[in-house]
C-alpha cells in the first residue's frame, strides 16, 4: 500500500543521506507540476542549512503566511532549480542501488 511504501523509504533515504528530515511532496494535476498522469510523488532528503531560515519563522503568531517571506521562499526555490546540478544516468544508478538495498534492507 502507498503510506506503507512512502513510511518506508522515508525510512531508507534517512538512513542512505544520514538525515532525519525528508520532505515528501505529491504532485497531482497540471497545475502542480504533474506532467505524466500517475502518482508522482517527490522524496527530498534535507539536510542542515539547506533550506533557507525563513523556514522557521515563515508564519504570524496568527499562522498566516508572511508575504515578503513567501515571496522569497519561492524565490529560493526557483534560483535552485535552475542553479542545481542534474546527475548523469549512472549517478542516479548508484543512487538508485544505495536505495534500493536499504529498502530492501527493512
Do not use: C
Not at 526555490?77 to 542516479?92: I, K, N, S, W
Request: avoid cysteine.
Amino acid at each position: 500500500d502507498y503510506l506503507q511504501f512512502t513510511q518506508n523509504i522515508i525510512r531508507a533515504l534517512k538512513q542512505v543521506y544520514n538525515t532525519d528530515s525528508i520532505n515528501v511532496i505529491v504532485q497531482q494535476g497540471e497545475y502542480s507540476g504533474q506532467s505524466v498522469q500517475h502518482l508522482h510523488t517527490h522524496f527530498l532528503p534535507r539536510s542542515a542549512n539547506d533550506l533557507p531560515m525563513i523556514v522557521q519563522a515563515v508564519k504570524t503568531e496568527k499562522g498566516e503566511v508572511m508575504e515578503n517571506q513567501e515571496q522569497e521562499w519561492m524565490d529560493y526555490f526557483r534560483q535552485q532549480e535552475h542553479t542545481t546540478r542534474l546527475l548523469t544516468a549512472e549517478e542516479r544508478q548508484v543512487e538508485a542501488e544505495k536505495i534500493r538495498r536499504a529498502y530492501n534492507e527493512l
